[in-house]
């Protein structure tokens, strides 16, 4: 996602209902991604993602009464209009070592979705990633720390479907304190994370963070 890629929570998740995989991922409490780009010098962080701890919370969004969560379909494309972020997503699962891909960062206008976990619009938390950064300079979610809570992230999917999620928070989290709980927990609605590198910056340990955005769903179309 960015210098450095930490290790996912999520690489325990296998199958498309991972309900009793989740008690391990919420055990884990681990940050996103392994080891993946290191390259320097690096282009600044957003100001909102400038030190883990940072973080803009108001209270979740209440779905309309009639909102119905959808069924099961592949993620193809992410829209943050805020950041003007309009990126195709391809699926991401587990290398060799057992470790969450990342997408390629030679492209620095993509998303990855982990495609054994909840489908963006499902009951459940999706999760999207991308790189903050590359060798070239800003990436896909290079804004992301900037995002401010009321905007809203919108998923297209394979099966026409549009979920459109609305941001309730912005936090930085350090990776040795990760809470796995927190963010990648079913809070008995749609829900979808964002998440790219973010916090302080050494050439020696890349990212000591992750930037990660909580959003949940509020329509479809």
Same mark, same amino acid.
């Given at each position: 996602m960015?210098? !450095?890629? =930490?290790r ?5 998740i296998?199958g498309? %209902?991972p309900w009793?995989a989740l008690?391990l991922?919420?055990?884990t409490?681990l940050?996103?991604m392994?080891?993946?780009v290191d390259a320097?010098?690096g282009?600044?962080?957003p100001?909102?993602a ?5 973080a !803009?919370?108001?209270?979740?969004? @209440? ?5 119905v969560p959808? =069924?099961?379909? /592949?993620?193809s494309?992410v829209?943050?209009e805020?950041?003007k972020v309009?990126a /195709? ?6 290398? %060799?070592e057992?470790?969450i891909?990342a /997408?390629?960062?030679q492209d620095?206008?993509?998303a990855?979705?982990? %495609?054994? +976990?909840i489908?963006?619009? %499902?009951?459940g @938390?999706s999760?999207?990633v991308g790189?903050?950064?590359?060798d070239?300079g800003?990436?896909v979610?290079y804004?992301l720390?900037?995002?401010?809570p009321?905007k809203r992230? =919108?998923?297209?999917r394979?099966? +026409?479907r549009?979920?459109?999620?609305q941001?309730y928070g912005? =936090?930085v989290f350090?990776?040795?304190t990760?809470?796995?709980v927190?963010v990648?927990?079913?809070t008995?609605?749609?829900e979808? !994370?964002?998440?790219t590198?973010g916090?302080?910056?050494?050439r020696a340990? +890349?990212?000591d ?6 959003? !949940? ?5």
């Amino acid at each position: 996602m960015g210098r !450095r890629l =930490e290790r996912s929570a999520l690489d325990v998740i296998r199958g498309r %209902q991972p309900w009793g995989a989740l008690a391990l991922v919420l055990l884990t409490g681990l940050a996103m991604m392994r080891n993946g780009v290191d390259a320097t010098p690096g282009p600044p962080q957003p100001a909102a993602a400038a030190s883990a701890g940072a973080a !803009r919370v108001v209270p979740a969004p @209440t779905p309309s009464a009639g909102l119905v969560p959808l =069924e099961y379909a /592949p993620a193809s494309r992410v829209r943050i209009e805020a950041l003007k972020v309009d990126a /195709p997503i391809i699926d991401v699962g587990l290398d %060799q070592e057992g470790w969450i891909s990342a /997408p390629p960062p030679q492209d620095p206008n993509l998303a990855g979705w982990y %495609q054994n +976990g909840i489908s963006p619009g %499902q009951r459940g @938390t999706s999760v999207i990633v991308g790189h903050v950064d590359n060798d070239s300079g800003p990436a896909v979610f290079y804004g992301l720390g900037a995002l401010k809570p009321g905007k809203r992230v =919108e998923v297209t999917r394979y099966d +026409g479907r549009v979920a459109v999620f609305q941001v309730y928070g912005v =936090e930085v989290f350090s990776k040795d304190t990760f809470p796995g709980v927190r963010v990648y927990g079913d809070t008995g609605h749609p829900e979808l !994370r964002v998440i790219t590198c973010g916090g302080g910056y050494s050439r020696a340990g +890349g990212y000591d963070g992750n930037v990660v955005v909580f959003a !949940r769903m509020v329509a479809t179309r």
